[in-house]
């Protein structure tokens, strides 16, 4: 008790602070999402989410050799093909824009972990993350498309897949194809606790996959439900899933405490566009200080229990740690 017990003691400086911290960010924990576009040359700003871009395949050696020497441990992938359909095929191309990418990526830079995001919605004409039936997303049809297309991306190489899609089933269907194809090796990262979340805004821009009709919250979380959370998490790990995921992380902390509380895999949170944006137009207008506010939000998604977070950010906080 006062005057005995002085908390103030340990926080006096810089060292007695290093010392007892309790969280501590490291690259190795990081994992840097890429936009791949097609065509030649380009490196292609995001208007909505400053300071990231859109990249050809061409430019990605420059970019993941540099990703690798600031000691982030992995990339995650989303493709923008030229041409889209109802059926979402340029998922499973074998010549795809995100297995170019992949193939392009393991060439280069071996040991920097390559993760593929599954899912239909960047290819598909109507945007949504499967395919349709009578106006709606169709579950069971649509595990048979994410099957072909996780499969396809881990014969380019991939080292993880990660099904973000939110149908039933798709993690068992996932393993089940991976398995037949000879891919028992490849680990699935499922997106378990994804809501269907207005902080994906900036993404779907960038990634030019905003549904053309509805919404998606007939297939990703209601944002209220934190018990449902454990239901979905404990479901994908029963189906095979190696590594579980919330997403978004900021709004969803509590969440991300519950499933580590609960479950113990390893758990990863995805730092998403939406809170990306946010930040860097408050820093942009010198309302916050970008470096310590981004540091202080990832601090807090690894202390609420993220072993891994997904994060645009990635880059930045890696010059700014060494
Ligand atoms: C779906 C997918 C989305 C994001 C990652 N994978 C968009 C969505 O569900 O609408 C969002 C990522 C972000 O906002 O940074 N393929």
Not at 82 to 91: F, I, P, R, T
Request: with cysteine.
């Amino acid at each position: 008790m006062f005057p005995s017990t002085r908390l103030r003691r340990l926080r006096r400086t810089a060292t007695l602070r290093d010392m007892v911290r309790e969280t501590r960010l490291s690259t190795r924990n990081l994992i840097f999402p890429i936009f791949v576009q097609c065509g030649r040359q380009r490196r292609d700003e995001i208007p909505s989410m400053p300071g990231q871009y859109r990249w050809t395949v061409d430019l990605l050696p420059r970019l993941v050799r540099e990703v690798r020497d600031r000691g982030i441990v992995g990339v995650i992938l989303f493709g923008l093909p030229d041409s889209k359909d109802e059926l979402g095929s340029g998922a499973f191309d074998p010549d795809g824009i995100v297995q170019q990418a992949v193939k392009q990526i393991k060439d280069v830079v071996p040991d920097l972990a390559v993760i593929a995001d599954t899912c239909l919605d960047e290819y598909t004409s109507h945007g949504h993350c499967g395919i349709l039936r009578n106006g709606d997303v169709d579950n069971d049809a649509t595990l048979e498309v994410l099957a072909r297309a996780a499969v396809s991306q881990a014969a380019a190489g991939a080292d993880i897949v990660a099904p973000s899609d939110m149908m039933d089933g798709r993690v068992g269907a996932l393993r089940q194809a991976l398995d037949a194809e000879g891919f028992q090796q490849t680990p699935v990262m499922a997106y378990s606790a994804k809501y269907a979340s207005s902080f994906y805004g900036p993404f779907r821009d960038a990634a030019d996959c905003a549904p053309q009709f509805g919404d998606r919250r007939s297939y990703q979380m209601d944002p209220g439900n934190r018990r449902e959370a454990m239901r979905e998490v404990a479901l994908d790990l029963q189906e095979g899933a190696d590594i579980v995921m919330v997403k978004p992380a900021l709004a969803y902390l509590d969440v991300i405490r519950d499933v580590r509380a609960n479950f113990d895999v390893p758990v990863a949170a995805y730092n998403v566009s939406g809170e990306y944006s946010m930040v860097k137009a408050a820093a942009g207008h010198g309302w916050v200080d970008e470096q310590t506010v981004v540091l202080e939000i990832l601090t807090s998604i690894a202390r609420a229990g993220a072993d891994l977070i997904l994060t645009y950010h990635a880059c930045d906080v890696a010059q700014w740690l060494a």
